[in-house]
């Protein structure tokens, strides 16, 4: 897992009317800029020149689906105006950086891109499909994204879930 704590939020959780959640909300025990994110798999980093507080990690051979590309992408690791928590070794800009599983990329924040409305201490992950020329998709929609309980291996979506409160160890 990319870090610890409960997941709040699983793949495919509907929290408001028409929406699908996309990824893993996972929220850590510790308060902001504290709780350790890593890189799930080996893989190429990227930061785009704008991001403040993403990263999205290429994997060139998924794991599941040989032959195909996918992307990890991490979410809210900035405090609410844009302090990012990022190890500074990945600044914006950074592309196809290898990097190994298991390896520090940043800490949880509460970055929303609003300061006045953050939102909660925590790591929103999500398993990016890959574009028929190799880049990542929106990650906001959920036909981009791929159920994460495969890759994980134990229940991580809405359907397998329920009411249940899966936790990263």
Known sequence: ?????????????????????????????TRIGETPVYAAYDGYLHREQDWEASLILRIP??????????????KHLADADGLSFIEPGFPPGTH??????????GYQGN????????VGVHLHFSIVRSSSSGG??????IHNTLDP???????LNQKSVGDRIPVCP
């Open 1 to 29: 897992m990319p870090t610890s704590g409960l997941i709040g939020y699983v793949w495919d959780d509907s929290f408001r009317s028409l929406h699908h959640h996309s990824g893993l909300d996972i929220f850590g025990p």
């Open 61 to 74: 051979e998924d794991p599941l689906r040989p032959g195909e590309q996918i992307w990890l992408y991490y």
């Open 96 to 105: 196809d950086v290898f990097v190994a599983a298991g390896t520090l990329l």
């Open 111 to 118: 970055y929303s891109g609003d300061p006045i409305n953050p």
């Open 136 to 141: 990542y998709l929106n990650e906001t929609e």
């Open 149 to 155: 309980s495969p890759y994980f291996g134990f229940a």
